[in-house]
């Protein structure tokens, strides 16, 4: 059961979608929490358009693409999406599989990636979070299953070289390695707060203490670092 919240905390979303039914869906979810009609637009470049007037209405729109199961993100597709994001918050709901795919579109950018399995919460969630101007964290979304796959792989590659995790670990607070070892099997900020008996706010102030000392940007190359993946 989604909580419909006001319109002025919920943003613009423009689904942009091939599918006829799953951008319907889309809409659907999105227009249920906000209370007013959600843009289906059937290409990147309509949902450009329609951005540029939102954005010049005073809106703060957010692009919701629809990445179908058999498409693979071409030349022409990868170029719109990264003009899109710099435009406004792309969100992509995809597959979460082959890993290659999601591994280009976070180099193209993207704000978040919502799995195609993923509950219609965690849509609602990643509009809302992308859509913050300033938060202590870079505005990332990746939706849990997404997440826990993104793991598993990362956990298959060779270690970039032995001990850089632990000596990494030793830079953080005791309590700073509780919340990345706790973020690192897919828990959300809030899960993280309820099993430290912590308020939210705290894990995100630990979190951003965390990217300042690792140099990252976003939870998700927290993730990634706490696994030893990226340098």
Known sequence: MITAVSDDAFPTAIVVSSDGLMGSALSM???????RPVELVASIESAMAACAKRTSAGETPVIVFDLSPSELPG???RAALAAANAQAPVIVVAPAEPFGRLRDLFELGVRGIVGRDAEPEELVRAVIETAKKETVEKN?????????RLVEHVIRC???TVGAAGRELELLAPREREIVQLL?????????????????????AHLGRV????QV????QVVLRALNRIP
């Open 29 to 35: 979810i999105l227009s249920g929490e906000s209370g």
């Open 75 to 77: 030349f022409e597709t």
């Open 140 to 148: 990332v979304f990746v939706s849990r299953r997404v997440l826990n």
């Open 158 to 160: 060779p270690i970039r």
């Open 184 to 204: 690192t099997r897919g828990m959300t900020n809030r899960e993280i707060a309820a099993e430290l008996h912590l308020s939210e706010a705290t894990v995100k």
């Open 211 to 214: 990217m300042t000392k690792w």
């Open 217 to 220: 940007r976003d939870r998700l």
